[in-house]
């Protein structure tokens, strides 16, 4: 109708909003903050709880914007049961320049910053924990970074530590305080190495090495489990690591691998990436004259199938 | 048409979609192979003593083709199955009739026995704690409870075997190995458990098939309190 | 004499004067007629023939032999037997008759309940076969849904064996993307289009109805799955543990494949309807804001589903031939199908979005009494989304081991992208800003998708972050992002466009009762049901597993229980939709929303040609409110909606030549061939 009207609606709706955006930024600040997921066990979890902090804290307030409207619009201006008075209609009803600019260029602004934010979050933090590939470009600052080869197949995680021999085991213990890369491959299908307290996650693809680095500030256990679909298993295909002190772990190190020490000799030579047998300890997928495309590291069969 | 006509033809599709959907939940979703039960009978503390047997294809059911693991009931009975109820914080002592033939692991960590009573399993009455499956004969099949932490590799028969068994359930007069070891069991779960010899005949890795099917090379322990 | 715009359409009675010296051809009617019986007839035999020859083909091939496995014979058996069912349900008879030079015979024109179940040409008739089919797709994904909940009742206790439970999760999650790639298109695009822009046809009839078939043989493919053995890779269907997995992967391949080659169909012939068939006057500022989402998507559709097919192809040769396009070790890439597949879906996601857009723009107007808010944002945002949907696709791959440069760009493009998305937000809140809302049953579903894809909009930002997504990746809140945006948004917006528009498709009107009952129920259990499950990703739930930890077995039965309740939601709709439709029918107004699109100034029911004389639009059809009162169009004389406000006890169109096509009649111009 006139203009008062509108400014009277429109104020009032600001400070609804304005009321509520504070408050449940600053509630969900205080009490839900600490507990946001993944924690705080790791660099790259504290980066990522950070991150979902920041992010959700931007978020609140437009889902409120949103919220508060529409409950006020639904509220106020809904019609009467016979229907007949007719809103006003008219050109003015289809758009406004000044709200659709303003509306564009907010969004533009939120969606870049919270952009900026992100691209900080991934770099500072040595890539935030995610797969890298194999020429990571965000590494730790340090260089006495400790190499754990992930390895993944149908369906449990193994794990070589080629600082210590290269033997490997079932058990994932690394040390705390220490940027440790792990090299996440596969001997198989696809799998996805996620140590969820620690904020990592990796696919785990054939014959490739993809690089994800974090750095443990906590002691304790985590959780590592498969996030990629890789076949019957996959919901069964976790297990549990720990934060050891450097001295335990140094003692957990070299005492596994004086007992796997036997096994150790079997093993093939520590590669960053393997080829595994296509064809399997049955043969017959592939014709058996047909030679692997590459050549590194043959992991398996080395014998001809029967 | 009349308004009970159409109730009528509407009550009929109702009818057969039900009873379509019942179908699918019982003959496919719902169908498994039959558990074997170890704990009816069972006096508390006294061991169980499970025999299982490894075999290359199994020659009869939908996948002849397909390598399998049998079960032997507590009467003596093979039974084609990998579920088993078993006590709760009881020893397992388990013999394995190895028939089938071996090839290198993939993944040579698998040669190690693991989490069995100490740490090592016999084969054919030698004790050993690691398995070169580079050596001759290979490993065949492993029998693996991952969540348990337990694992023993089963060495495989000669690839120039003179008397090889080729359709389950083999009897012992066919070549194979004996492999004993022990185990503890847990409290209540379900306990997955898989071979990790991609032996899956011409399936791409080898993990596919049998790999990959509950009742031959996959099944679950029921450890039932 | 008005001019007579049936050209290019040829009548029954042309058809039947046969060409001097040729024989006369008897059409097939009745049982030997071409329609759903026989369709399945062609189907069951194409199938048996299809699997014969791949036994042929391949029964000595060593692997086959070695895994007892004929994926030659299930390909060849499917692909046939989709033949077949295409053969029988007469959509070959058009292109063989013109391959072998005779003149083709237009199907059988029938009046009667049983054209439903055999080829059409006319575009009404299709759009309803097609929500038939949609609706078996919904309620068979659903059943499987509630299988899935009912095992994740408890992380310990396991009701399926754990094959089976992935193949139940892969066959729900493949059902729901295939329904939902043409919930929209297919039964309301197909309906209204032609309608929407003053045309009496589509541009390629043909195609339409052939691109229906297709669908429905979709359904039917992808159902063999169960009993060739599930497959176990979901909906997404990585290789390589594609190429290892059993015979009823080659369902799953085959089966997007055919849906793939009928969206693609129904895309071109969409876009090329809303391209050239615009009635006149009908500019490109005066077309409803649903029929610029249709054009989005239809290019969409147009151009990203042949990525599908050629990746299914090569998935298939894998399987069959034993190429190695994605094995690592002989030459091929694990990388590959990762980056075709997501190079369509993605696209794939918005051709799911932006028609439940289209929608709700649609109903909000009609329901508040106002003009839609931002015309021309609301076409911008649509066009946007649709050419940013192709820039995005790594987002799904960012833990993937990509390049690591590339994770800031895709995260920047995606995050971009929202800003076109979040204008049909606009959209909405202007419109209802100081208008008179009416709370039908449709601006409900409208409302209730303006909530639900708010938050799957918004968590779908948190997913962008590549920070983030290294926790959620992978992981329930995933699952919870695309349930609240494609089930939240784009079911909500079709059953919205349902209660909508049936009273027009069909004539009769849904319980009104029910309807709001529906609704509530739906709205509120699909909230308890997907709320929770953010939660349960980010506690560290990965997806598509039947084991999870102890601590979150509260959660997960919380979101169990309420997605039986909201199974059973979908039991009321069900009941009003087969009783008010079928049962027990009471005949609908014209107009019972008062709207003035031009879909609803047509006679009532709607003839097969449409309009009785192809209207002259004069404006765009949102002219609602106060002191804004202006004709859609010139319909011819003595026609309704010549006035802003339109009343329901109208007289119906009357057109030239004294034709009627008042309510019941028996319409007796030639209808279309």
Known sequence: MSQPDETHHFRRLVVIWAVLAVVCDVVFYFAVGPHVPPGAMSTSASGQQTDFIVLFMIALPVMLAVWVYMAYALIVWRGSRSGEEEPEGGPKARGHFGIQVGWIATTTVIVLGVFVYGTVELVVPAGAGGGEGQSPIWTPASHDVLSIQVIGQQWEFTYRYPAFGGFETRQLMIPVDTPVAFHVTSLDVIHSFWAYQLGVKADANPSSDNVAYTTANQLGAFTVRCSELCGLWHGAMYDFGRVLTKAQFFAWAQSTERQNAANTKLLPPFSYTYVPDANGADGGYYPDNVDPYSKVQQYGATSPSK | ?225 | MALDMRAGIRSEHSGDAAPPGASVRRRRFGLFGPHLGRALVGAVGGYAFGHWVGNLIASGYINVQGNGQNDVATVLGLSIGVVGWLAGAGMLNYPLAKIVGREPLPPAMSKSWTRYFGPALDHKVIGLQYTIVVLLFLFTGGLLAMAIRTELLTPTSHIFGPGTYISVVSEHGTIMMMMASSIIIGPLGNWLVPLMIGSRRMAFPRVEAFSLWMFAAGYLVILTALPLGGFPTGWTGYAPLQTQASAGMDSYLVGFAVIGIGMICAGFNLLATIINYRAPGMTWSRIPIFVWSILATAALLTLATPTLVAAGLFGVLDRTAQTALYVNEHGGSSFLWENLFWFFGHPEVYIMALPGFGIVAEILPVFTRKPPFGYRIAAAGMIGVALLSFFVWQHHLFQSGINPDMRPLFMLTTELISIPTGFIFLVGMGTLWKSKIRYEVPMLFALGMFFNFLIGGISGVFLSDVPVDVTVHGSFFVLAHFHYTIMGGLVFAFFGGLYYWLPKMTGRTLNKRLGKWHFWTMFIFFNLTFFPLFLVGLLGQPRRVFEYAQNLQVLNDFASVSAFLLGSSFVIFVANFVWSIFIDPKPAPANPWNSLGLEWQTANPVPSYNFARIPVVLADPYHYGRGDSQAVADLGPKTLALAGAVRADAPAAVGEHGVTGEEGSADPRPPIA
């Open chain 2, 1 to 225: 048409m009349r308004r009970g006509g159409r109730l009528a033809i509407l009550g009929v599709l109702l009818g057969v979609a039900v009873g379509l959907v019942v179908f699918t939940v019982m003959a496919f979703l719902r169908s498994s192979p039959p558990t074997v039960d170890f704990t009816t009978g069972h006096m508390a503390g006294a061991p169980v003593d499970l025999r299982v047997q490894t075999v290359g294809s199994i020659g009869f059911g939908p996948h002849p083709t397909w390598v399998s693991y049998m079960t032997e009931t507590p009467g003596g009975q093979w039974v084609h199955t990998t579920l088993w109820d078993l006590p709760a914080h009881t020893r397992i002592n388990v013999t394995l009739d190895q028939y089938d033939s071996g090839s290198p692991l993939r993944n040579q960590q698998l040669g190690q026995i693991i989490g069995t009573a100490g740490t090592v399993a016999t084969y054919n009455g030698k004790p050993e704690s690691v398995i070169n499956s580079n050596d001759t004969n290979g490993v065949g099949h492993t029998f693996t409870i991952p969540t348990l932490g337990i694992s023993v590799p089963l060495v495989g028969i000669s690839a120039n075997a003179k008397n090889p068994c080729s359709v389950a359930p083999c009897s012992t007069s066919y070549d194979h190995n004996v492999i004993k070891f022990s185990f503890v069991t847990p409290g209540p779960g379900q306990y997955p458990w898989q071979c990790f010899v991609p032996c899956g005949l011409a399936y791409l890795y080898g993990n596919g098939g049998p790999m990959q099917t509950v009742g031959y090379m996959d099944g679950f322990l029921k450890v039932v309190a």
